[in-house]
């Protein structure tokens, strides 16, 4: 077995270990002591384990004499320490000179002359140096171009002693070439030194700056002016001298603030996220449908279905209507793609961004494109169908709802929200959005440009004449013919096109699970509640019924959940409470209007109804006199001009009141009444009346009625 050696880890370096800084303290049989530098966690490292992380780059191990080392160069620099830091190409072309001279001296040294400063300062010494020097530079006029020498004679070659200096310097910083650049930025007072403004000049700065730096952006040269009256400034500060300062420097320190902190403070935390926040190019699907991303986009185009302008202010109430006929308004796209393939899944025009369109979108998705393709000429080949393993999406209207959520939910498909105007959590439909509305709308009349403003000179509303469905078969064109066919710069992607993506995909993969059909039209259908009669159910007035379906109601009208797939119209699925077996399938009977979508066959309908509004009028006037000469020969209904007519319903009205009435049983006696079964005799029933007038009975003499006992009736007394 071959021996391994081991890397020499010393007490006092520190170790770069997946981004984390540790010193290290001590070592013992085999075990490394470290202190983390940031946190001061103390913890220790097996020794084999440290050398297999310094293997594979995972752990760089700095030494106390290179990190001295290191600390000596960029105080000696100036902070650089390495060419490429320095970004003056003046400054590296002297460098580059410079160097060519010193290995022009160490050349003479290789052939044993003694480099003193007298000799390097002798004329024939000089020339040699320069010949040497254009030959390592293998460029001839590099010292016409480049300033070598002091700042009297930039352009001649120094004396001995500063040549052996440049040597010994270079040697001494292990021959690192930076050391040789000309260190005029260290001159002068460093850091605060070098402000010469006073401290309430600088708490100046600071108000305006601390001002300017909010999100209503206000202008820096007023804002100025109204700070110089407002601010504050003490009696001993009067007396010191203050002078506020000028323009000019504050405009000075606003340049020195970051482009970060001046977006963040500007711009709001959710904008600058946008437009200064880190992206993602993480790539988290390899297959097929494992991961799909969707948004929507308000499309800077304005849409008019018949080219005529009806141009109006809403009210309140009307901002949520539906749009007119003729209404020119902008419209939305919802758009999702596939990670894996980057290949378009759906797209749909909508009035607006809700819940209904995301089911639609996510039914497109889930469906075959070749309706679209045919409809609208397209050439190309869509996407298939696929069963979605997992959906992102913004925290939006459309899609923060129970009822997608439920939809996706009930597919088995994972469902997963990002944050409200952060693109970067989802960075491909971001992108996709970008590139559709330069190569779509850009070039539609009624574009408004990517921006507020971006067109001053045109006049898009005017200009609007495309109508919805002349831009859906646009868009449908660029999703089928052109999107998957062009070339993608995207992270994994290396140019290659959708399309070839996608066959990567299905050759690695082979096959992609196929999609549930009765669960897709349960969960992302269309579901009413009706009652079963003879004729099935009939949502939308479509005629669904079956056999089973009578099978299961057996005329007894039971109420059940009627699911139609808006885009399949061939059958329904009837699903009722209490009820745990398959799903009932219902076929249209309607055949006429079997292979059309929902949204078809409701526009028949319209078109119908619509089709000569004249005759439709005609039609209703002969039917309403139809009613009236039935209704007068039937002499149920009475002149309504005569106000007796209307009698009766308050009579009838007074004689329920009547009824309404409860009678009640009196619980105690009263005078002038007999007992029950006395009232057929009269001489008693005189003399009792008489009695109980006269002379009321005491409450001892009465016997209580419930009490008194009655003679067995054996004869009939009439």
């Known amino acids: 077995m071959i021996g391994r050696p081991q890397y020499k880890i010393p007490v006092g370096s520190t170790l770069d270990l997946d981004d984390v ?14 202190v983390n530098l940031e946190s001061g966690e103390i913890s220790k490292f097996s020794l084999a384990w440290l050398q297999k992380k310094i293997e594979d780059f995972s ?14 160069l960029l105080q000696y620099t100036g902070g650089f320490d390495r060419l490429e830091n320095i970004k003056s190409k003046e400054e590296r072309l002297n460098i580059r000179a410079r160097l060519s001279v010193v290995l022009a001296i160490e050349e003479l040294e290789k052939e044993g002359f003694k480099t003193t400063h007298r000799f390097l300062s002798t004329d024939g010494v000089r020339a040699r140096l320069l010949e040497d020097a254009i030959a390592f530079s293998g460029d001839r006029h590099i010292f016409n171009k480049a300033k070598i020498g002091s700042t009297n004679s930039p352009w001649d070659l120094p004396k001995g002693r500063t040549l052996a200096d440049w040597l010994a310097t270079y040697c001494y910083f292990d021959r690192n070439e930076v050391v040789l650049m000309s260190r005029h930025h260290m001159k002068g007072p460093k850091g605060q ?3 010469k403004l006073s401290k309430p000049q600088l708490r100046f700065i600071q108000y305006v700056l601390s001002i300017w730096l909010r999100v209503r952006k206000p ?8 700070a110089m009256a407002k601010f504050k400034v003490s009696p001993q500060e009067r007396a010191e001298g203050f002078v506020f300062p000028s323009l000019t420097s504050i405009y000075n320190w606003r340049h020195a603030i970051s482009k970060l902190v001046e977006t963040l403070a500007r711009e709001g935390e959710r904008q600058a996220v946008n437009l200064i926040g880190a992206g993602q190019t993480e790539i988290r699907a390899q297959g097929f449908g494992d991961e799909v991303e969707t948004d929507q986009l308000h499309i800077s185009l304005f849409i008019n279905d018949a080219g005529v302008v009806r141009a109006r202010r809403l009210t309140k109430a009307e901002e949520n209507e539906e749009p007119a006929p003729n209404e020119i308004r902008r419209v939305w796209l919802h758009y999702m793609i596939d990670i894996a ?25 889930t469906r075959s494109k070749e309706r679209e393709k045919i409809k609208y000429g397209c050439k190309g080949t869509p996407a298939p169908p696929v069963r979605l393993r997992k959906v992102v999406s913004d925290n939006g209207n459309a899609v923060r709802n129970g009822k997608v959520a439920a939809a996706l939910l009930g597919m088995g498909t994972i469902y997963k929200t990002v944050r409200t105007y952060h693109s970067n959590d989802k960075p491909h439909v971001e992108s996709a959005f970008r590139t559709f509305e330069f190569q779509v709308p850009g070039f539609e009349n009624g574009y408004t440009g990517g921006e507020p403003g971006a067109l001053p000179g045109s006049d898009p509303r005017g200009e609007a004449s495309l109508s919805l469905e002349a831009f859906y078969g646009t868009i449908n064109r660029y999703f089928i013919d052109e999107a998957p066919h062009q070339e993608h710069r995207g992270t994994g992607m290396y140019g290659a096109t959708p399309a070839q993506k996608l066959r990567q995909v299905a050759k690695k993969h082979r096959e992609i699970k196929a999609p549930d059909v009765e669960n897709r039209q349960i969960q992302l259908g269309i579901t009413k509640e009706f009652t079963i009669n003879s004729q099935g159910v009939q949502p939308f007035g479509l005629p669904f019924n079956s056999t089973a379906l009578q099978q299961f109601d057996g005329a007894k009208g039971k109420k059940v959940l009627v699911h139609i797939d808006p885009d399949r119209l061939h059958y329904a699925l009837i699903t009722a409470e209490g009820y745990a077996g398959e799903p009932i399938k219902a076929h249209i009977s309607m055949t006429a209007v079997r292979d059309c979508t929902l949204p078809e066959f409701l526009q028949l309908k319209q078109d119908a109804v619509d089709a000569d509004p004249h005759l439709k009028d005609m039609d209703d006037q002969v039917l309403q006199a139809a009613l009236k000469r039935r209704a007068e020969a039937s002499g149920m209904f009475p002149d309504s001009g005569d106000p007796l007519n209307y009698t009766r319903l308050a009579e009838l009205e007074r004689r329920a009141e009547r009824l309404a009435r409860v009678e009640c049983r009196p619980t105690e006696s009263y005078a002038g009444t007999v007992r029950a079964g006395s009232i057929m005799d009269h001489a008693r029933s005189v003399s009792a009346a008489k009695n109980t007038s006269e002379t009321p009975a005491s409450e001892t003499g009465t016997e209580s009625p419930k009490h008194k006992t009655f003679d067995k009736i054996t004869e009939s007394k009439l």
């Open 21 to 34: 800084r540790w010193s290290v303290t001590g070592k013992d049989q085999g075990k490394v002591f470290v």
């Open 59 to 72: 752990c760089k191990v700095k030494t106390p004499l290179e990190e001295a080392k290191r600390e000596e």
């Open 193 to 195: 030194e070098r402000c």
């Open 219 to 226: 202008k820096l040269a007023p804002l100025y002016r109204k």
């Open 341 to 365: 393939t980057r290949m378009p899944l759906a797209w749909v025009l909508a009035e607006s961004a809700d819940s209904d369109t995301t089911m639609q979108l996510i039914r497109m998705a």
